[in-house]
């Protein structure tokens, strides 16, 4: 059977690249620290030595429209083009060109229509900055194949944050009994709390610094009955407009079926908190790269 | 009340660079030539498969033709959408980095919890 050799789950921060890429002399103060942050969570992936990658995100109105918009989409290509002329705009993200891995997406995409989820699927899909900011930061080589799972936290009504959680567990398990030799990574990226487009927007902290403490704490202790019991779609109002992506957390909570992360680290940003976990399912691997 | 029609505005300009300086120089302009050509397009359908029956509100029309995105966020229009296309649209009249950000969230300071739902 495939191992799940690593589950990373991470803010996507679309001013990372451009900010990482700034000389010393032009580079804003925090940019040393995040940069240390992110090569140090680079890391965490890299000593996993996985062969391919599932990673969820979410369109943020490209592809994905309001006159068909799916709940879950898996993609099943054999490439994806990556990033949109409005993220080259605003973000100076590059356009990339990711492979995809056909075999692990049919195979997702039979097993959760049979384990009860009634997942989309694009044949021809461009993913945006929620795929390809983990790209940038933890893989930047961009040297595996991926299977993209894309998730809607961005147009209502949405699923609630108990389907998250279940679909992140129904993908551990497909995963797990997919019969291959690969070692896959699991890569989902979400947000903690944040505002777009709303009184509260950028400021000097995450809109909601409480809100942030408590989640953090959540998914590094892998409390899922605790999230679970103060997180509903209502609440997520409360602490910034965008803080849906919040559920994207959940959802790899329960891919790590609610285990402690192995690995926790955040930064505290304007606009917004970066985090970072990983959990090691296979166990934690040595430096020399074999598992212990 | 067309939320979808407003959204679909601001997402069918914000992806095309020459709409979105065509809707920056004229705003009105603009509107009436897209709610008369493009409004009932259906994305993802050929030309020739239109509907007919999209249009805005007096009050949506008037907020998208006076660049008024305080009464488009008030409207629901989708937050995303209009912040995206206003950096692209006004970002470059600021000097200081985040100041035309930090001037659009001010501009809705009036507005608390909850705020306008976007549910289309």
Known sequence: MAKIVAILATTHHPFYYKTSQLPPDEAPPFAAEWVRKVAAYRETLTRARPDLLVMIGSDHFHQLWLSNMPQFLVGKAPFYDANYYNEEREFGLPRLLLRGHEELSSYILRAGLDKGFDLAFSNELRVDHSITCPIFTVRPQNDLPIVPVYTNIFAPPLPRPERFVALGRALREMIDAWPSDLRVAVIGTGHLSLELGGPRQFGPHGPDPEFDARAVEWIAKGDLDGCLAEVTLDSLHAPGNATHGFMDFMLMMGLANGARADYADNLDLFHTMEAYFTWYPDGVPTPEGASA | ?120
Not at chain 2, 86 to 111: C, K, N, S, V
Request: glycine letters at 6%; aromatic letters at 12%.
């Open chain 2, 1 to 120: 009340m067309s939320k979808y029609l407003v959204n679909k505005f601001l997402f069918t300009v914000d992806r095309d660079p020459d709409l979105v300086e065509r809707y920056r120089s004229d705003p009105a302009g603009t509107v009436a030539w897209w709610e008369a050509e493009c409004a009932n397009e259906i994305l993802g359908c050929p030309g020739l498969e239109k509907s007919t029956w999209l249009s805005f509100s007096g009050e949506e029309r008037r907020a998208l033709a006076e660049h008024d995105h305080v009464a488009l966020f008030g409207l629901g229009a989708h937050p995303f959408l209009t912040l995206t296309l206003w950096i692209a649209m006004f970002e470059r009249d600021h000097t200081e980095p985040l100041a035309m950000q930090l001037d659009y969230g001010a501009r809705l300071a009036h507005y608390s919890l909850p705020y306008p739902d976007i549910s289309t």
